[in-house]
């Protein structure tokens, strides 16, 4: 499975049914027949293993996944499993991915690869502190030497704790002070390996420093872990339908970043629209979300306010530059991402990458989400695309079965009136008698959307994302 002798063969991916999605996939990543089996399988998750996952377990809750296309990193071709419950999030994804792509594609780099350990030290006097410290670092290399004991075969494979770091906050309501033990966890996102490391390296510090320990625990502001994409983009790319203002829309994205980086109000929907490409990635391969979440969030106030996660500016060609840098907390191994029949499928689709190269291709897939949703915004505004795409949902909501959810949502588009409202009323004139006659009950009624009675009678055929009537 090797991604560098990848041919772009997945346009119009989208515009195939569910088993010639699969077929292409099949020869896009060398899948075998117990991954297109499994990949076709409804319920790839036993309860078995939900049990085991989590306490107190009585189903699942599942989510699609689908293939954003075209992402083209360090020269490599990868097509990236979203597992996502929002419409137009792949789309928009793959469409920025492929401008990326025909100006070059994203190039990423590792600034850094260490998890944070930190240990608190409490009931220090304020001025003691300095001599805390010249005890904690005068220690460095045995310290360093008892963490790297806890986890031996870590080290043989070439990672380890690297360094120890005093913070003091003499300031604080009670003054404390905390330890950081930074560590590189290799293919792992780490979060128990660097905990076991901090409660182990505590009676230690203690023993050295006579400070009453208090937490012990990773941080996940992974500032240590840090990752940085990049791209440009062709300007005529961006250019709407049937016009030459490519140049226009760049320096309009461009002016939406610094309304984000001036507004934490408009910040947060910028980096939501980041994010719509990087959590769909995490979840997909089977990885910690939250951590991810709350460390990324955090990093986007390393200016001291809540700003944009991405920077977008023009160079002297007129050609629109992108950079994301954030901390990513990512394993490939461990865990649910070992365990989850569906994490292990999407790491073999994207030919099984390092956590680090997953890093980069979650960034790259966030910034181009973040580029299409600038552009539509920038442009004809983003209910045109989005809610193109949210149609169906609206359709099968308002009680559409079978062909009529696909022929509701068409005449919403076409007429350019894509709302709840307007489902409900073209479900009523589309005269779904018919329906309540093929599936034996009542319509909905147009006040009240029952969408459970409507869903009572479906089911995905996978056909192209369309639910028919069974
Ligand atoms: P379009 O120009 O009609 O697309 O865009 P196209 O038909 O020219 O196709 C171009 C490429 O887009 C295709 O290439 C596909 O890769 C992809 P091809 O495969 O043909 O070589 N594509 C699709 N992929 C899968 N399924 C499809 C599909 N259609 C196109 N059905 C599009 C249409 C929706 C992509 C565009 O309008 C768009 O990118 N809109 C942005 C939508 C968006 O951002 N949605 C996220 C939800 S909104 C949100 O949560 C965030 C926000 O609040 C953030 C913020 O405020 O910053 C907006």
Same mark, same amino acid.
């Given at each position: 499975?090797?991604?560098?002798?990848?041919?772009?063969?997945?346009?119009?991916?989208?515009?195939?049914?569910?088993?010639?999605?699969?077929?292409?996939?099949? &020869?896009?990543?060398?899948?075998?027949?117990? @991954?297109?089996?499994?990949? @076709?399988?409804?319920?790839?998750?036993?309860?078995?293993?939900?049990?085991?996952?989590?306490?107190?377990?009585?189903?699942?809750?599942?989510?699609?996944?689908?293939?954003?296309?075209?992402?083209?990193?360090?020269?490599?071709?990868?097509?990236?499993?979203?597992?996502?419950?929002?419409?137009?999030?792949? !789309?928009?994804?793959?469409?920025?991915?492929?401008?990326?792509?025909?100006?070059?594609?994203?190039?990423?780099?590792?600034?850094?690869?260490?998890?944070?350990?930190?240990?608190?030290?409490?009931?220090?006097?304020?001025?003691?502190?300095?001599?805390?410290?010249?005890?904690?670092?005068?220690?460095?290399?045995?310290?360093?030497?008892?963490?790297?004991?806890?986890?031996?075969?870590?080290?043989?494979?070439?990672?380890?704790?690297?360094?120890?770091?005093?913070?003091?906050?003499?300031?604080?309501?009670?003054?404390?002070?905390?330890? &950081?033990?930074?560590?590189?966890?290799?293919?792992?996102? $780490?979060?128990?390996?660097?905990?076991?490391?901090?409660?182990?390296?505590?009676?230690?510090?203690?023993?050295?420093?006579?400070?009453?320990?208090?937490?012990?625990?990773?941080?996940?502001?992974?500032?240590?872990?840090?990752?940085?994409?990049?791209?440009?983009?062709?300007?005529?790319?961006?250019?709407?339908?049937?016009?030459?203002?490519? !140049?226009?829309?760049?320096?309009?994205?461009?002016?939406?970043?610094?309304?984000?980086?001036?507004?934490?109000?408009?910040?947060?929907? &910028?980096? +939501?629209?980041?994010?719509?490409?990087?959590?769909?990635? =995490?979840?997909?391969?089977?990885?910690?979300?939250?951590?991810?979440?709350?460390?990324?969030?955090?990093?986007?106030? +390393?200016?001291?306010?809540?700003?944009? =996660?991405?920077?977008?500016?023009?160079?002297?060609?007129?050609?629109?530059?992108?950079?994301?840098?954030?901390?990513?907390?990512?394993?490939?191994?461990?865990?649910?991402?070992?365990?989850?029949?569906?994490?292990? +499928?999407?790491?073999?689709? =994207?030919?099984?990458?390092?956590?680090?190269?997953?890093?980069?291709?979650?960034?790259?897939? $966030?910034?181009?989400?973040?580029?299409?949703?600038?552009?539509?915004?920038?442009?004809?505004?983003?209910?045109?695309? &989005?809610?193109? =795409?949210?149609?169906?949902?609206?359709?099968?909501?308002?009680? !559409?079965?079978?062909?009529?959810?696909?022929?509701?949502?068409?005449?919403?588009?076409?007429?350019?009136?894509?709302?709840?409202?307007?489902?409900?009323?073209?479900?009523?004139?589309?005269?779904?008698?018919?329906? @309540?006659?093929?599936? $034996?009950?009542?319509?909905?009624?147009?006040?009240?959307?029952?969408?459970? @009675? !409507?869903?009572?009678?479906?089911?995905?055929?996978?056909?192209? $994302?369309?639910?028919?009537?069974?």
């Amino acid at each position: 499975m090797n991604n560098n002798s990848k041919t772009n063969s997945l346009s119009g991916f989208y515009k195939l049914n569910r088993a010639d999605r699969l077929e292409r996939l099949r &020869h896009f990543c060398g899948l075998d027949d117990s @991954s297109i089996k499994l990949l @076709s399988s409804d319920s790839p998750l036993k309860f078995e293993l939900s049990n085991l996952f989590v306490e107190n377990a009585i189903g699942q809750f599942s989510l699609p996944l689908g293939l954003v296309t075209n992402v083209h990193l360090n020269s490599k071709e990868y097509c990236v499993p979203f597992a996502v419950e929002e419409s137009s999030v792949i !789309a928009a994804s793959s469409n920025a991915a492929k401008w990326i792509k025909a100006s070059g594609g994203f190039s990423g780099m590792v600034a850094g690869n260490e998890m944070i350990g930190q240990i608190q030290l409490l009931d220090l006097v304020a001025g003691s502190m300095e001599d805390v410290r010249q005890i904690i670092l005068n220690e460095k290399t045995r310290l360093l030497k008892i963490a790297n004991d806890v986890h031996p075969r870590l080290t043989q494979r070439g990672g380890g704790a690297r360094d120890i770091v005093f913070r003091p906050f003499p300031n604080a309501a009670t003054p404390f002070a905390v330890v &950081h033990v930074h560590i590189d966890t290799c293919e792992a996102m $780490g979060a128990n390996l660097v905990n076991t490391v901090c409660e182990e390296l505590a009676p230690h510090i203690q023993a050295l420093t006579g400070a009453r320990i208090g937490l012990k625990i990773l941080s996940n502001y992974a500032t240590e872990r840090l990752f940085k994409v990049q791209c440009k983009v062709d300007p005529k790319l961006l250019a709407e339908r049937g016009q030459d203002n490519g !140049a226009e829309v760049a320096a309009k994205i461009c002016e939406a970043t610094d309304f984000a980086n001036s507004d934490p109000h408009r910040a947060a929907t &910028h980096n +939501k629209g980041v994010m719509n490409g990087v959590d769909p990635v =995490l979840i997909a391969t089977g990885n910690d979300w939250r951590a991810n979440e709350a460390g990324i969030h955090a990093y986007a106030c +390393k200016q001291g306010s809540y700003g944009s =996660l991405s920077a977008w500016q023009m160079d002297e060609d007129g050609w629109l530059i992108g950079e994301i840098e954030a901390p990513m907390q990512i394993g490939t191994v461990g865990g649910i991402t070992r365990l989850h029949p569906m994490a292990q +499928k999407s790491l073999d689709i =994207l030919g099984r990458p390092s956590s680090n190269e997953l890093a980069q291709i979650a960034l790259s897939t $966030g910034l181009a989400s973040n580029l299409a949703a600038l552009r539509a915004l920038v442009t004809t505004g983003i209910q045109a695309g &989005h809610m193109k =795409l949210h149609a169906k949902n609206l359709a099968l909501s308002a009680g !559409a079965l079978g062909h009529h959810i696909e022929e509701v949502a068409s005449e919403m588009v076409r007429n350019n009136k894509v709302s709840q409202t307007e489902a409900e009323r073209l479900v009523k004139t589309l005269n779904c008698s018919c329906l @309540s006659a093929e599936n $034996g009950e009542d319509l909905p009624s147009t006040e009240t959307p029952k969408p459970h @009675s !409507a869903q009572k009678n479906i089911a995905n055929d996978g056909d192209d $994302g369309h639910i028919q009537s069974q």
